[in-house]
């Protein structure tokens, strides 16, 4: 199975769209950053998997520190939550584990999240059908090393009181238990 990154096809729906888990306080082994969601969807013309493959980028370093694999059920429209699970076939970190639980606490369960992820996969895999499609010819395309985060450029530190300086396309999620 051959997963591509969405923002090859799409660079500007995955940069209005991207999802950025920020973590404000420490969170066990989980420090302090912001963790851009970069996703990947399946490039085999015959495959009809209904699975992004999330990869995790550390904004602060730009280092991979996970990969969720994360599938819905395309029988029950709307499936929430969707199963979300640590990619056994790709690297992971010391801190995969605690970006997966803070992953299905604030996405796997989030209508509009996963909507928007069937949404993508849908046009992902619509120019993946069609060799006629204009944007066809960009899957055959080498990709480069590290491509361009689709994230806003944010201070990894807890933001001052005031307006947030993210841009509404991108939630803030981390915050401790018992704090508002």
């Not at 801190?95 to 299905?104: C, T, V």
């Not at 361009?148 to 999620?173: D, E, F, K, M, N």
Request: with cysteine; glycine share 2%.
């Amino acid at each position: 199975m051959t997963m591509l990154p969405f923002n090859l096809l799409f660079p500007d729906v995955a940069k209005d769209e991207a999802r950025a888990l920020l973590v404000k306080w420490p969170q066990g082994d989980l420090p302090v950053d912001t963790y851009v969601l970069v996703e990947h969807f399946c490039a085999e013309p015959s495959c009809d998997c209904w699975r992004a493959a999330l990869g995790v980028i550390r904004a602060s370093t730009r280092e991979h520190v996970a990969t969720l694999s994360c599938t819905f059920d395309p029988a029950v429209p709307d499936t929430v939550p969707a199963r979300a699970e640590l990619d056994a076939r790709n690297p992971q970190s010391t801190i995969s584990q605690p970006l997966l639980e803070l992953f299905r606490e604030s996405c796997a369960d989030d209508p509009a999240y996963v909507a928007r992820l069937e949404r993508h996969y849908t046009m992902f895999r619509k120019v993946v059908a069609d060799p006629a499609h204009p944007l066809h010819a960009r899957l055959r395309e080498p990709t480069p090393s590290k491509p361009p985060l689709p994230a806003p450029t944010v201070s990894p530190s807890p933001a001052p009181a005031g307006p947030s300086r993210i841009p509404p396309a991108y939630r803030q999620w981390g915050t401790p238990r018992g704090k508002p």
